[in-house]
Nanobody
Framework: QVQLVESGGGLAQAGDSLRLSCTMS????????MGWFRQAPGKEREFVAH????????DYADSVKGRFTISRDNGKGSVYLQMNNLKPEDTAAYYC????????????????WGRGTQVTVSS
């Protein structure tokens, strides 16, 4: 049984930093590219960042480029999202997802999903 469990969300003020974590179990972690997505109330789920299985390749949405950093620790089966200089528009539920082998920006391409962690940023 595959499980992705996110943690690290919470309340923040504009300009603050948060670090999200996601741990995967039930599959060989190194076989999967990992992505972070977010969904605000009334909006569609959107791509935030993804990372290749070996961490050598990353990609970011324009809205978070320069502020967010995705990384992974294959020994721990975990992927992280360091979020700096948070803005109120970053408020959303954040989800990690796993995609076999190659990363992608399309949420529909991902095989497994976590249940999400809420990030709320006040101005």
């Amino acid at each position: 049984q595959v499980q992705l469990v996110e943690s690290g969300g919470g309340l923040a003020q504009a300009g603050d930093s948060l670090r999200l974590s996601c741990t995967m179990s039930g599959r060989t972690f190194t076989m999967y590219a990992m992505g972070w997505f977010r969904q605000a109330p009334g909006k569609e789920r959107e791509f935030v960042a993804h990372i290749s299985w070996n961490g050598q390749s990353t990609d970011y949405a324009d809205s978070v480029k320069g502020r967010f950093t995705i990384s992974r620790d294959n020994g721990k089966g975990s992927v992280y999202l360091q979020m700096n200089n948070l803005k109120p528009e970053d408020t959303a539920a954040y989800y990690c997802a796993a995609k076999y082998i190659t990363p992608a920006q399309a949420a529909t391409a991902y095989d497994y999903w976590g249940r999400g962690t809420q990030v709320t940023v006040s101005s």
